[in-house]
């Protein structure tokens, strides 16, 4: 719910002080960007741009924050707020993207450009102002990033005003450089001698000798704040004014606070007290702060006597003290009643509550102590923030609950617990949901008795409305996240399904992830059809409820588990489909956003479109940020390194998985994704970059038997120790064929691709050519319906005559067409490999390598063989490398066989 007192500027006194050159200056915000209004407090920045813009008549936003506004989603929310306050047809397209809490550039975007649209249009203004007041309560990092990127990218008509008492980290010694900033500071904004009794004049109507003006300037040297205080005092004591002038001045603010409220009647002091509990009030939060009093006559009796209390509405219906005397009523009312307070606190904390303010509800439940009342403020608040990815908006306020009362509230813990399973500390998420399902299962137990149940419902912090089996489902699929991560998916698996009989009776957002948890444990097992079927269910459900985070979760599981079943079209028109959905409801600012250009990274390269994979590589680090799951890192990392070796630039790929593999060594004590893992990779890495004796030794200590408990995973290494065993003229048939129904079964139409040519190429190395052709006979016929041709393409060189025989029988000829580009060559024209000068070029010691390659020797062994150094045999292999215009040793052995060489 939008305050919209937040966005309007303060109202002017009616005796306003006219300060020609301050005001000449300020007229520099007009022909710069961007204005810094910077200053300690009490100096009248508000007042000095207010005043600018009383006397301009420019349409402007206004803006004033507080606390609760250094959260993105909450910031930019008010921003789109006051643009469509000025014009109409501004913001309400942007409004929900900048309603989610999140850094993601995209949705300062949406807003730029439909300023920038308005530019273009008539109704264009000629100059307009957007207001900042209070800018030194930003501290978020993500925030202060997209603000800055927003004042980077103003349309020329627009200009923005920060009002701030620090400098804000917004690169403002840059944009001096630039000359695209205009500074105002202290000195500018303090009053100069001339001015000092114009203003207590005009102001207070205080009538000084000069030399007492004199004293007053230089004790409080121009500060604003300071002389208003030092003036309330001085007529609440005309007899002797230069008795009070001896205050030091670092301690001006609180004597003269002081002096000034011991002057007001004890009912005004009462609500000067009690107002100052709340950062802003209105008539009706006055009422609850000040029972017993008249709150209106209250109101019109602070304003009348100047007590530091400023309009923050056209309409007067919001009001708020100004910072050093809130913050001396602070420290004030600590030497109150603790009991009193809390009363207070709770009185405007159920006001927040009626009014739909949760967030500043809950802060005011947390200091009055009722932690009962902030657990059930926190469960109707945090949900929808847990549920949108802002997690750390969730932590810093589960942080202002103390730890013992934390563990009295269930929902509280289950919350926690999501958070924490996020930073991947199993042990604390363990911890939590422990104690909160010993809660869950003690209310279970009750479910019959309702007036018992009623009892422990509000004991524990939850609504009467609330489910329990909703609560009970949340935390054993809080259970499965953690065996799913710590690699026991049977587990995973049985946990799963025991929250099936938790769900409540009516569909919920819970449902969508059960299916979720459901997909990815089936999809981990390796049953892709079973996957498929329980991710669609969650994608719906997903968009039932609007759950944004949860169907990109399922998106990043089920775009895999299409690709795999070589439906490489729907996929892609599924994710645009999602992604234009998630668009429509303004959504950019998830923080797992970034997985969708992973998935179309993944896409693109299965369609072989290597540069537009690496356009969306991009994409994907343009809107990562430190919210994005350590999971979500890896599989990141995974598609970068997957692009690197699609492009062959293994050193960047060597860069990748060391990112990856740091990504992991910092989050996770065991592999458990469905992708090898970095060990792996680097040894497969080092074979491309030509040192195979790594991957040798690797698939020698290679378990064939081990159980399988991750299929995807375990068929991929089975697949790279079979390619190495065959070309080692090792029989791995029997290998494959055993591993091939299962893939068959599961649905996985890539995989089995991969295994039938893998089986072609074993029967070529063991000279078995009909079982070959009929293996590839099966490839081909399973791949060119859906036009999966990657896995052809590293052993074309071995297939191509097998496939030439396929094509001239009239058979899948368009498909095999296709792939004959992938015979062309890649990166160097090939020599001729006719077989005179091929055989000429050729030395005698390089045939004899030859030969023993043909052996599946590796480099070592060859050296061991021919009584040479392992560095010797490397450089004649790039030698004959050289001569036949390739790049890898298999592809040169495929050219010494067909030249019967070997």
Known sequence: MILTSKLQPPQLPTQLLPRDALQHRLGGILKKPVTLVSAPPGFGKTTALAQFLHREQLPYLWYALDEQDNVPGIFWRYVCAGFESVFPKIGPRSARILSVDDDALNAVRSLLDELTQLGRTWRR??????????????????????????????????????ISRTIPPLHIPRRQVRDSLLLLDAEHLRLTEIETPKFLQTRLGLNLEAAEMKKLHRLTDGWIGALQLYGLNLQSQPANPLLNLNAPPENVAAYLAEECFQQQDDWVQAGLLNLALVPRFNLQLANQLCPGADAALLLETLLKRQLFLSETSADGAWYRFHDLLRDWLQLRNQDRPPGELQI??????????????????????????????????????????????????????????????????????????????????????????????????????????????????????????????????????????????????????????????????????????????????????????????????????????????????????????LLQQGKLQFAKELLDEQQSWLESRHMHCLPNWGNLHYLRLLILLELEQPAAAAQELERLWDCADERVMAVDRV??????????????????????????????????????????????????????????????????????????????????????????????????LDLLLERLPLIQKAGNLYFSINLLVLCCLNELAQARPSSAREFLTQAVN????????????????????????????????????????YSAPQTRPQRNHSNSPLMEELSQRETTILNHLSAGRSNEEIAVALNIAASTVKTHLRNIYAKFGVRRRTQALAIAREKGLV
């Open 125 to 162: 203004p000629e100059s307009m102002l957007m207001a900042i007041d209070d800018v030194h309560y930003l501290s978020d990092p993500i925030l202060l990033q997209q603000l800055d990127y927003f004042l980077d990218h103003l349309p020329p008509y627009l200009h923005v005003a920060l």
């Open 344 to 561: 207070l606190h709770g009185q405007a904390a159920q006001w927040y509550a009626e009014q739909g303010y949760f967030l500043e509800a809950m802060e005011q439940w947390t200091l009055a102590g009722d932690w009962e009342q902030t657990a059930l403020c926190a469960g109707r608040a945090l949900p929808e923030i847990l549920r949108m990815g802002h997690y750390p908006l969730v932590a810093r306020l589960l942080a202002k609950i103390p730890p013992e009362q934390m563990r009295r509230y269930p929902k509280l813990l289950a919350q926690r617990a999501f958070l924490q399973l996020t930073r991947m500390r199993f042990d604390e998420v363990d911890a939590d949901l422990d104690l909160a399902e010993r809660y869950v299962d003690a209310m279970l137990e009750e479910s019959g008795n309702p007036q018992t149940l009623t009892r422990l419902k509000r004991q524990y912090g939850l609504q009467e409305s609330e489910s329990i089996r909703e609560l009970k489902c949340m935390i054993i699929l809080g259970r499965s996240h953690i065996a799913r991560m710590t690699d026991k998916p049977e587990l995973a698996t049985e946990q799963l399904e025991q929250s099936r009989d938790f769900l409540p009776e009516q569909d919920s957002p819970f449902t969508a992830w059960l299916f979720q948890g459901l997909g990815a444990d089936e999809y981990i097992r390796g049953s892709l059809h079973a996957a498929q079927y329980l991710l669609m269910r969650a994608l719906r459900s997903s968009r039932k409820y609007e759950e944004g985070f949860c169907l990109i979760a399922t998106l990043s599981w089920l775009i895999p588990v």
């Open 635 to 732: 599989y990141h990392k995974w598609g970068e390194f997957a692009l690197r070796l699609a492009q062959q630039d293994y050193q960047q790929a060597e860069k990748a998985l060391h990112q990856l593999d740091a990504y992991f060594q910092q989050h996770f004590t065991q592999w458990n994704f469905v992708v090898p893992s970095p060990a792996t990779l680097k040894v497969l890495l080092d074979a491309l970059s030509g040192n195979p004796f790594p991957l040798a030794q690797w698939a020698a200590a290679y378990d064939t038997k081990a159980p399988i408990v991750n299929l995807q995973r375990q068929t991929i290494e089975l697949m790279m120790y079979a390619r190495i065993k065959i070309y080692q003229q090792a029989d791995e």
């Open 782 to 821: 399973a791949a060119a319906p859906l036009g999966v041709r990657r896995p052809f393409r590293e052993e074309i060189t071995f297939l191509q005559p097998l496939l030439m025989d396929m094509a001239r029988r009239g058979q899948a000829t368009t498909f095999i067409s296709e792939l004959s580009v």
